[in-house]
């Protein structure tokens, strides 16, 4: 196969279907999106079976258990993928909102319209159901996609796409609108993110390693997080009751996740009387604790934190540690150890949250709730392409607007400048 002839191809075809999906209808790109979502429940047991070779194949090449809870899918889970789809088909089309009219003194009206980037390039790790979320977002923002997923998912991706295809052909969509690479040969993403003249953004959703060499070598913007390092702060006007359960949920919940919760900071004045109990809790459920010099006094089964833990994103039965004197001790350590993804204050105090959510330099921001709902889902978006960590052009997990921009438009009656 020549790999470069072969994404040339896709580039090109991506980019014409991404004029029919910029001016398809909301009708049409519903109609599609339900269509997907009937093609995966009807395709449950095949897409199963292909799955079932992928997680076989990774567990014989010694994947981590971390990548093969991603990779897994089970009966809920192609549910949760048709359902995902139906969510997005039910959301507002942000496609050609009209806002921030005004009249200029003369006489024209100037405001925004809402369109889409054009192609989207995907390129993702281990997580099948990326596949059928991406397709659908990218979609309904009428834009039209180039999707890369990981070797390990090779059959559950292309089990999908059959699905996607299905969908778009029944709504009398161009089929080009989403196409999921059938190679894993890693050339074509190499390809894939030096082709400005099709692609207009590439999100890349894996590993740091990967995020690293798309960010290196990509010729076209690239929409990213590399790590979640995600902070809970117990402050010292912290509820103990609503301690326990966020603490509890942000790093137990479920450990291969960005959103999890990878650093603890506890306010000096309740250290004291609240950390033995949460660090009981964690130990019981399995988390090994790295803390600095007073957690150690405070934890006697605590091993020492190094400045490498503070910075490390575990992605496992590890959490770091550190008692800090007040909230701005707090947000200091926040600010400079963070990966700039979710961290959360657990307070009753009213300043502190406002100081908190105003001076942490994080994507989410949280108060008073787990750190695991920095997801799209839960913030409404229907599902999300990503999590950002920049500052442009998207923040936070991406949805249906990150994946659109707003161009300026000027409706006037004949006005001419003098």
């Known amino acids: ?35 997907m979502a009937r093609a995966i429940r009807d395709g449950r047991g095949a897409l199963l079976a292909a799955n079932a070779e992928d997680v076989a194949e990774a567990k014989a090449n010694g994947l981590d258990a971390a990548m093969i809870d991603r990779l897994m899918l089970t009966a809920q889970g192609v549910e949760s993928m048709a359902q995902g789809l139906e969510q997005v088909a039910a959301l507002p089309d942000p496609v050609g909102e009209i806002s921030d009219m005004k009249r200029r003194p003369s006489g024209i009206q100037v405001g925004k319209m809402r369109v889409p980037l054009g192609v989207v390039g995907i390129i993702y790790e281990a997580r099948p159901n990326v596949t059928a979320d991406a397709a659908a977002l990218c979609l309904k923002s ?23 295809r299905s969908g778009l052909k029944a709504a009398g969509l161009p089929e080009a609108a989403v196409q999921v690479i059938a190679t894993t040969d890693r050339a074509a993403v190499g390809e894939l993110v030096a082709m400005p003249q099709y692609v207009d953004v590439i ?4 590993g740091k390693g ?15 997080h590399l790590d979640g390092n995600c902070h809970v702060y117990v402050d010292a006007a912290a509820d103990a009751d609503k301690a326990m359960r966020i603490v509890e949920n942000a790093k137990t919940q479920r450990l291969g996740t ?46 020492p934190a190094s ?40 307070t009753e105090d009213y300043t502190n949250a406002i100081r908190f959510l105003r001076e942490v330099d994080s994507s989410s921001v949280m108060v008073n709730a787990s750190t695991r709902f920095a997801d799209g889902f839960e913030y409404g978006l229907g599902a999300e392409i990503g999590i950002s960590t920049d500052k442009f052009h998207a923040r936070g997990p991406v949805g249906l607007e990150g994946l659109t921009s707003q161009k300026w438009i000027v409706l006037g009656n004949g006005e001419v400048r003098s």
Do not use: F, W
């Open 203 to 206: 999100v890349p959703r894996g």
């Open 142 to 164: 009428g834009n039209a996609a180039i999707l890369r997923g990981g070797k390990e998912a090779i059959r559950s991706n292309q089990a999908i796409a059959a699905c996607v």
């Open 1 to 35: 196969m020549d790999i470069k002839q072969t994404m040339e191809n896709v580039g090109q075809a991506a980019r014409a279907a991404s004029r029919e999906t910029a001016r398809a209808s909301t009708a049409a790109k519903n109609a599609a999106l339900l269509a």
């Open 210 to 224: 990967l995020i690293e060499r798309i960010s290196k070598e990509a010729r076209v913007p690239v929409i990213k």
């Open 307 to 346: 400045e490498e833990d503070y910075y490390t994103e575990y992605l496992a039965a590890i959490i770091s540690v550190k008692v800090v004197a007040d909230v701005g001790e707090a947000i200091e350590h926040i600010n400079r150890y963070s990966s700039a993804h979710t961290e959360a204050i657990v």
């Open 258 to 303: 960005c959103n999890t919760a990878e650093s603890l900071l506890i306010a000096r004045p309740v250290a004291a009387a609240l950390l033995p109990k949460l660090a009981a809790m964690l130990a019981g459920k399995g988390i090994e604790i790295r803390g600095c010099a007073e957690t150690q006094q405070l934890v006697p089964g605590a091993k």
